[in-house]
């Protein structure tokens, strides 16, 4: 698995994901191998690593990568009642492309691969 599904992936289009939402700069769509009953992965267009490589003085990428988040989220808790959103760092992160998990439910499998 490459270290930047991301980039290398998704974004290339070399695998076709079921998209959500996108935008001229952020991506939303279904998890390719999901580990809740909702599962979604929200992600920049452009290459930054991490939350904590995010580039602050972005703000027109900040402002609609955190409005796509609000606006699923808000979806994903109207219809379950509960929701997680998620960015993980460091060894906890597989792929080094910065992605939200929007996930609802009980986990369904071992977050073997969470990208
Ligand atoms: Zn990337």
């Avoid at 267009?45 to 602050?56: T, Y």
């Avoid at 992605?99 to 073997?112: D, K, L, N, Q, Y």
């Amino acid at each position: 698995m490459n270290s930047d599904f991301y980039c290398a992936e998704v974004i290339s289009g070399k695998t076709l994901v079921t998209k959500i939402v996108e935008t001229e700069s952020v991506l939303a769509f279904q998890h390719t191998r999901p580990a809740y009953p909702v599962h979604i992965v929200v992600i920049p267009k452009q290459h930054v690593e991490s939350l904590v490589m995010l580039d602050l003085t972005d703000t027109s990428l900040l402002y609609e990568m955190l409005q796509m988040i609000q606006n699923i989220a808000t979806i994903v808790l109207a219809a379950h009642g509960a929701c997680r959103v998620i960015t993980n760092l460091g060894t906890y992160q597989e792929s080094k492309h910065l992605h939200w998990h929007i996930v609802s439910g009980e986990r369904i499998t071992e977050p073997a691969n969470l990208h």
